[in-house]
């Protein structure tokens, strides 16, 4: 069975440039989460979807949204991109909602903004 | 401040050697869990520890639960060098999901 995949693996953007970063969570998951790990440190909580509502959100601007589509699939959208924005950017899909049931991540997707 | 806090930041020690990471907080979990991230990948669920004192064995891993859920430990035993990576521990906060900043272990042949 396939694992959580992301889209794309790399991504180059300059300030002010919007971004989408794309998930597919595991076969029958139905919770989908978004991190932000900047290098060298902890994965920090964006985001969490369950049955395509919002059930959770970090610390982060309105720059930042997501949503999750009837598939479960989901996309994280970045506007006006900061240089700090730079960052791999994790997915993971778990079978149930808020972060009672096990997380599989993704390999992430790695934006660099210039 | 950090919800939770581990120590050493760095480790570089030789194969076969053992070592102890640590994951602390001032506040009370009622589960902890740690995750092995390896370069270019996700980070992987080793454990979930949910009772005080608690511990658990995965292979040459221990993973112990402080009695007041407020801290964890991981300990290896003969470290190998596909034991290279970034520790994290874990635990739920609220609607959040809060990593620790991470152990990065390199184990050297």
């Known amino acids: 069975d396939a694992g959580v995949t992301q889209s794309p693996t790399h991504l180059i953007k300059t300030r002010g440039q919007h971004v989408t970063l794309r998930c597919s969570p595991i076969?029958?998951?139905?919770?989908v989460s978004w991190y932000q790990q900047v290098l060298g440190q902890g994965p920090q909580f964006i985001f969490q979807y369950y049955e395509k509502e919002e059930r959770g959100r970090g610390n982060f601007p309105d720059r930042f949204s997501a949503r999750q589509f009837p598939n479960y699939s989901s996309e994280l959208n970045v506007n006006a991109l900061l240089l700090g924005d730079s960052a791999l950017y994790l997915c993971?899909?778990?079978?149930?909602?808020?972060?009672?049931?096990?997380?599989?991540f993704g390999p992430g997707t790695r934006l660099l903004v210039l | 401040t950090q919800l939770l806090e581990q120590s050493p930041q760095f480790l570089s020690i030789q194969e076969g050697e053992n070592l102890t990471v640590y994951c602390n907080s001032s506040?009370?979990?009622?589960?902890l869990q740690w995750y092995r991230q390896e370069p270019g990948e996700g980070p992987v669920l080793l454990v979930t520890v949910v009772t005080g004192g608690e511990v658990k064995k995965l292979k040459r891993l221990t993973f112990q639960f402080g009695d007041a859920r407020k801290d964890s430990s991981l300990h290896i035993t003969a470290a190998q060098t596909g034991d290279t990576g970034l520790y994290l521990c874990a635990v739920n906060y609220g609607q959040n999901f809060v990593f620790g900043p991470g152990t990065r272990l390199s184990v050297l042949p």
């Open positions: 506040s009370v979990f009622s589960s």
């Open positions: 993971a899909s778990s079978l149930a909602g808020p972060h009672g049931a096990t997380q599989y």
């Open positions: 076969s029958g998951h139905k919770s």
